[in-house]
């Protein structure tokens, strides 16, 4: 996208000292020959729209973690497809003529992840989504384009559960009590959503959720994926991950909007990946 701005970016959140952003857009600029500035930027809650619009006056993008991905969906003038069904943003461009616009990543980056690199069919398969704040809604129509033959939504608070099963607005996608899941059966794949790992808090969730062949996938990396990823194994399932491939997947498409060119993802996920 054309612009006269500075090439400086920035990813906002809080806490966001542990953010992986600057280092995987510095990697994709290298790799495309595009010099950027890209930093980290921690704001609490109240002063999220005042820093957001200091930073893109003078700047031409941001992306957004979290807790600000609803906040920021509220601040754009304009709004992409992704962006408007899941009412949260995870990218902000400043336009030439200064307005924002807003888009969400977050879902295209899991199901590429997932398929891809995790080799997980998602045609056909039954789907176990544990939570139902911004992270679950910000990939959950991604998993129904991705043609998943059910979508179970389970979450602490019922009723935000069975709100997240009205708005997807199919009957393949439903809500269940937390207090349910012992006897659902076994799902192809479960996404761990909900905010557990990252305030340390323990996971309890019976192992009759597993067979052999399924997946658990946690949308957290580092540290606040441990307690599922720890669980996940020890109920047997095929494969454990984080969601750090989903991070450089859908860092490639801010990158890519921001840039006009997407760079390759699986090189960067393979050195961040390293020892």
């Known amino acids: 996208m ?3 701005l500075p090439a400086r970016y920035a990813v906002f959140g809080h806490p966001i000292g542990h953010s992986l952003s600057p280092t995987i857009h510095r990697l994709f600029g290298g790799q495309c020959g595009i010099k950027l500035q890209y930093s980290a930027i921690d704001v609490p809650p109240e002063s999220f729209a005042d820093a957001v619009h200091r930073f893109l006056a003078e700047a031409h993008g941001a992306n957004v973690s979290l807790p600000h991905k ?3 969906f509220a601040l754009a003038d304009e709004r992409s497809i992704a962006a408007s ?4 943003a995870n990218v902000l461009t400043r336009r030439p003529d200064g307005r924002l616009a807003a888009h969400n990543t977050d879902g295209a980056g899991l199901v590429r992840d997932l398929t ?3 080799h997980c069919m998602l045609a056909g398969r039954r789907v176990l989504l544990l939570g139902a704040g911004g992270a679950a809604r910000g990939i959950a129509w991604d998993l129904l384009d991705a043609g998943v033959a059910e979508l179970t939504i389970a979450n602490r608070t019922a009723d935000t559960a069975s709100a997240l099963a009205a708005a997807l607005g199919v009957s393949r996608a439903r809500a269940r009590r937390w207090n349910e899941l012992a006897g659902l059966g076994s799902f192809d794949l479960i996404v761990h959503a909900t905010s557990a790992g990252v305030l340390g808090q323990a996971l309890q969730l019976p192992h009759s959720l597993v067979d052999p062949q399924t997946i658990g996938y946690d949308l957290s990396y580092g540290p606040g994926a441990r307690g599922f990823l720890d669980w996940a194994r020890a109920a047997g399932v095929a494969a454990a991950c984080d969601g750090l491939g989903m991070l450089v997947e ?3 498409d801010a990158f890519a909007l921001w840039h006009g060119q997407r760079p ?3 090189p960067v996920y393979a050195q961040l990946r390293a020892p």
């Open 116 to 118: 891809t690199r995790q």
């Open 70 to 72: 609803a906040a920021a």
């Open 2 to 4: 054309a612009t006269t």
């Open 85 to 88: 069904r899941t009412g949260s």
């Open 264 to 266: 390759q993802a699986d």
């Open 250 to 252: 859908q860092a490639a």
